[in-house]
């Protein structure tokens, strides 16, 4: 759908990187973790297209002004990158945005009693906070792998502890947990019995991927895209489907047909 | 007071108001169900047809550049058969007119194509690409070439006795040539104009942003290109004209429609917008009736030089 939200709040969370939470409809409580949003900051041709956001956290409060009910947000986390992030960071309480959402197809939580195994990095945490909270609410054992260039790259760890995730991190430079890749410490933590939710840079992705494939775990990947609508009609977020050839073209939708996807549904490199 | 006439024909083909959803960025109708009434638009233009299934460019595709955006799709569609099957039963049940945009990688191919779609009860009408930047065959080899274009318009116009809408493309040196050579061939309508060959360059990488290098450039970035050939071609041939390139707002269509356009087609905004066409036409009826202009009819060609 199609909707008006009011900035409720926009924090700085580490240099460059920010969480905002907005007002929604409460049709947005029945979304799914890893469906995402398309923003348009302001009503001007510049920046032209709306940018795709995963949902981090939907959740709902009671305003403290008298004569309100519950209220629906959602919140997105987001890196300040080009022109549409820095005006997006400029915002504040009470400011309002233009959002479709909810959009895609989420995550598949899979059977009850597993392991589930969230592996992420950057804002990759994003859709896998919402995902937590979901999985933790159902009683599930969740584990959480975090990674990035340097500590500035792992976000909101406390608030996935809060929600009482085990986390392990790694970083390139070693500023926060082990020195090293993510999938380094993910790696003897697989087993069978164990799922895979996974979103971040796609060199993680494919690492991830191809790991979970040779310890036969199940593995749904978030995938980012440049896109300009967000509801299949574009077709500039296109994949490569596992089977896509030049002559048997499998062309998948981030957008539509994602963001999320079951690992061996890509073709990886 | 009584709401004005917004109603116009383009050869034949009746619609509600002049607002059409261009080709390539309203998907197949129904990605946009959830966003917009599809019975408030005036018609509705498919994905580019080919009569194979057809995998378009690598990636990335797209690129946002000031006040518009490039694409290099490269035409990716599910080809006639799947069209036929599984596409058009959904926009039967719709009412609004259909209008079936198709291209092929040869000559023969347009024929085909064309050919395929004449039996079919819920395609309202045709519209040509020969204006495609993205690919080598299919769409600006014929329309840059006045002869060839011709070649192709009067072999579509053999295969179809359904009202034929030729595309033209704006990377040429005289546009009106090219519209000239389409209605002497037997073109029943012009639509123009398709998007302008452009290129993204990332300077960190010293490479272009987009994998086929360069794109098509569509968005209010075009509109004045487009809003020149639109008025330079209805000065100069008969039939009717489609005004296509960035119209965001009524009022961009309405100037469109004084510059010689009948109707005209949205794009790019449905991407940003995914309501816009109905909220175009309705901007259109708002000024309408501020200015007690009884119908929208009467606003076509009206442009005063």
């Known amino acids: 759908m199609q909707f008006k939200a009011m900035v409720l709040s926009n924090v700085e969370l580490s240099p460059g990187y920010f969480r905002m939470r907005m007002t929604a409809p409460q049709e947005l409580a029945s979304s799914a973790p890893g469906q995402f949003l398309m923003l348009k900051v302001n009503d001007a041709i510049d920046p032209l297209l709306r940018r795709p956001f995963g949902l981090f956290d939907v959740g709902s409060f009671l305003p403290e002004y008298a004569g309100c009910g519950a209220q629906v947000y959602c919140e997105i986390l987001y890196k300040v990158v080009g022109k549409g992030t820095k005006l997006l960071s400029a915002l504040h309480h009470g400011d309002l945005v233009d959002l479709l959402a909810p959009l895609g197809k989420g995550f598949d939580l899979g059977p009850a009693g597993e392991e589930k195994v969230l592996v992420g990095g950057g804002v990759g945490l994003a859709p896998l906070y919402y995902l937590a ?5 159902r009683g599930e054992k969740v584990r959480l792998f975090a990674g990035g260039r340097n500590r500035d790259d792992i976000l909101c760890i406390t608030e996935f502890e809060r929600l009482g995730v085990e986390t392990y991190v790694a970083t390139d ?12 410490v993910l790696e003897p933590h697989l087993a069978p019995g164990t799922r895979i939710f996974a979103c971040g840079p796609t060199p993680m992705l494919n690492a991830v991927a191809k790991m979970a494939q040779k310890s036969g775990v199940p593995c749904q990947v978030s995938m980012e895209a440049y896109m300009a609508c ?12 596992a089977n896509h050839t030049e002559e048997t073209p499998d062309y998948r939708c981030v957008c539509k047909d994602g963001p999320v996807f079951d690992s061996f549904e890509l073709q990886w490199s | 007071m009584q709401r004005p006439d917004m109603s116009v024909a383009i050869a034949g083909i009746e619609m509600r108001n002049p607002v059409m959803t261009a080709s390539g960025t309203f998907g197949y109708g129904a990605e946009f169900a959830d966003y917009l009434d599809l019975e408030s638009i005036g018609a509705m233009i498919t994905k580019g047809l ?20 490039l694409n290099a799709i ?11 099957e599984q596409k058009l039963p959904y926009l039967e049940n719709v009412n609004t007119p259909v209008i079936a945009n198709l291209y092929g990688n040869t000559l023969e191919e347009y024929g085909e194509v064309a050919s395929r779609l004449d039996g079919l009860a819920g395609v309202a009408g045709i519209e040509v690409n020969i204006s495609c930047p993205n690919v080598k065959q299919g769409g600006i080899v014929f329309g840059t070439d006045p002869c060839a274009a011709q070649e192709v318009v009067s072999l579509v116009k053999r295969n179809t006795s359904k009202p034929l809408i030729v595309k033209l493309s704006p990377n040429v040196t005289d546009v009106v040539v090219m519209a000239k050579a389409c209605a002497d061939a037997g073109a029943d309508a012009l639509s123009l104009i398709n998007t302008l060959t452009g290129m993204a360059i990332d300077l960190e990488r010293r490479r272009p942003v987009l994998a086929n290098v360069t794109g098509g450039l569509s968005g209010p970035a075009i509109k004045p290109v487009a809003l020149r050939m639109v008025w330079q071609v209805a000065k100069a041939v008969s039939l009717p004209i489609i005004g296509i390139g960035g119209i965001m707002t009524g009022r961009d269509a309405l100037e469109f429609m004084l510059a010689g356009a009948t ?5 790019t905004a449905s991407f940003l917008d995914p309501s816009a066409a109905q909220r175009i036409a309705r901007e259109m009826e708002d000024y309408l009736v501020e200015h007690d202009i009884a119908s929208v009819r009467s606003l076509i060609g009206a442009l005063e030089v």
Do not use: H
Request: with cysteine; glycine share 20%; aromatic share 4%.
């Open chain 1, 230 to 241: 967000g509801v299949g009609a574009c077709l500039g977020c296109v994949m490569k489907g």
């Open chain 1, 133 to 137: 909270k979901e999985l933790k609410s």
């Open chain 1, 173 to 184: 430079d070693g500023t926060l947990g082990e020195r090293g890749f993510v999938t380094q």
């Open chain 2, 263 to 267: 109707a005209v087609q949205v794009g």
């Open chain 2, 50 to 69: 080919s009569l194979k299934p057809k995998a378009g460019n690598p990636t990335p595709r797209i690129v946002e550049t000031s006040g518009g955006m």
């Open chain 2, 74 to 84: 490269g035409l990716q569609n599910v080809g006639i058969d799947a069209f036929i």
